[in-house]
T-cell receptor, first 113, second 112 residues
Framework: GAGVSQSPSNKVTEKGKDVELRCDPI?????LYWYRQSLGQGLEFLIY????????KSGLPSDRFSAERTGGSVSTLTIQRTQQEDSAVYLC???????????FGSGTRLTVV | QKEVEQNSGPLSVPEGAIASLNCTYS??????FFWYRQYSGKSPELIMF????GDKEDGRFTAQLNKASQYVSLLIRDSQPSDSATYLC????????????FGQGTTLQVKP
């Protein structure tokens, strides 16, 4: 696609429910990243996929968070048993091999009530 | 100590002035440095990158890097109200995996 596509754009969920956030990167981009941004805060790294390498999961805040990337393209971030502190904007970005910087998607705003 | 530090601001400058945004980083082996602009409610967009010590100019923007001092800055000349946004400094560390570490961002307000 022309840009990084994320869905849904907004998600309101009840505490304790599971949610899935989707990211479709730019076609041909080998690297895919998930970040989250809480209100008024910077970007917190969550997870990074590069080609067929094992993902860098070092930023996942707890074992309730997981992500997968199928076929080297679309990625899904899953949050199990959501908590109110999970409320944030979840941003996905992709980059090409040798490319400069990332291109971000428009984000998913998650609200846990 | 945070890996990438920025003053959260807000930094307020009058229209037409030079805005100076600063960033320090802790990983001395960091190689690549980026500035992103984020308008309220929008996603970050890349505006500048710099790899070598010194200055890099692009239009009204100048990025400055001093690796010895672990310091990177962004200068915006002839600031416009449309430059009002949060500016995020980001660094690829010595592991050079491609993962960007972001600062908290500095909010810039340009007043007409």
């Amino acid at each position: 696609g022309a840009g990084v596509s994320q869905s849904p754009s907004n998600k309101v969920t009840e505490k304790g429910k599971d949610v899935e956030l989707r990211c479709d990167p730019i076609s041909g981009h080998t690297a895919l990243y998930w970040y989250r941004q809480s209100l008024g805060q910077g970007l917190e790294f969550l997870i990074y996929f590069q080609g067929n390498s094992a993902p860098d999961k070092s930023g996942l805040p707890s074992d309730r968070f997981s992500a997968e990337r199928t076929g080297g393209s679309v990625s899904t971030l899953t949050i199990q048993r959501t908590q109110q502190e999970d409320s944030a904007v979840y941003l996905c970005a992709s980059s090409s091999q040798g490319g400069v910087g990332y291109t971000f998607g428009s984000g998913t705003r998650l609200t846990v009530v | 100590q945070k890996e990438v530090e920025q003053n959260s601001g807000p930094l307020s400058v009058p229209e037409g002035a030079i805005a100076s945004l600063n960033c320090t980083y802790s990983d001395r082996g960091s190689q690549s440095f980026f500035w992103y602009r984020q308008y309220s409610g929008k996603s970050p967009e890349l505006i500048m990158f710099i790899y070598s010590n010194g200055d890099k100019e692009d239009g009204r923007f100048t990025a400055q890097l001093n690796k010895a001092s672990q310091y990177v800055s962004l200068l915006i000349r002839d600031s416009q109200p449309s430059d009002s946004a949060t500016y995020l400094c980001a660094v690829i560390g010595s592991s050079n995996t491609g993962k960007l570490i972001f600062g908290q961002g500095t909010t810039l307000q340009v007043k007409p």
